[in-house]
């Protein structure tokens, strides 16, 4: 009899998880060992089951699937993370595959898709929805910002202004507008709002809920 693929859930809305319960429930493959509802939960079932396969939401209290799927390839390299998400932003698809997720699924994915990433990603191949494929290789070839010019860019979408900015870093305003200089050169903008509309509809920075 072939082992079954023991699988975590860590997404914290209920409907979306029972959703799953039902679905991989009714796989004779597939063994859903339990369910997580915030990034830090996630990590403490993770490191308790041992799950061959964690499908993990982007977008969770505490910590999020971010910081989760850190700490828990840092824990164990092998592990295998399928990112199970509501958003396709290219900046998080690309960061979460860059921290070393295994797959990207967008939760509007059919059954048939959902269930064929699963035994991908426990093959240890990588699983890519289609849909979002090209988002990779666009953010592959586009400037990296850096972490001081991404704190001023969260900021900018905040509202603050230069002033503000520079008192809330330590810098001077100069040196935030040599930031906001280069962050827009990077994002391929001109000005202050259509910075905040490009990191927002490309996921670099995240609208806190």
């Known amino acids: 009899m072939a082992t079954k693929i ?13 959703g799953l319960r039902s679905l991989l429930s009714g796989e004779s493959n597939i063994n859903l060992v339990g369910e997580a509802t915030t990034g830090s939960q996630t990590i403490e079932k ?26 828990i390839r840092r824990a164990n390299r092998e592990a295998r993370v399928l990112m199970l998400s509501s958003y396709g932003n290219e900046e998080e ?18 059954r048939d898709e959902l269930l064929a990433a699963i035994h991908q990603v426990h093959a240890g191949k990588r699983w890519i929805q289609s849909s979002i494929q090209a988002l990779i290789s666009q953010r592959a070839d586009r400037p990296e910002l850096t ?11 905040a509202g603050l202004t230069n002033r503000e900015i520079a008192s ?4 001077s305003e100069n040196t935030v507008r040599n930031h ?30």
């Open 46 to 71: 993770f490191k308790e089951l041992h799950p061959d396969v964690v499908l993990l939401d982007l977008r969770m209290p505490d910590g999020g699937g971010m910081d989760a799927l850190a700490v």
């Open 168 to 171: 809330v870093l330590g810098n």
């Open 6 to 18: 023991r699988v975590l859930i860590a997404d914290d809305h209920l409907i979306f998880r029972m």
């Open 147 to 157: 972490p001081r010019e991404l704190e001023v860019l969260k900021l900018l979408v």
């Open 93 to 110: 698809v690309y960061q979460a595959l860059h921290a070393g997720a295994a797959g990207y699924l967008l939760k509007d994915a059919g």
């Open 180 to 209: 906001t200089i280069s962050i827009f050169a990077k994002l391929y903008v001109s000005d202050r709002a259509e910075a905040v509309g490009a990191a927002l509809q490309r996921g670099i920075v995240v609208p806190t809920t």
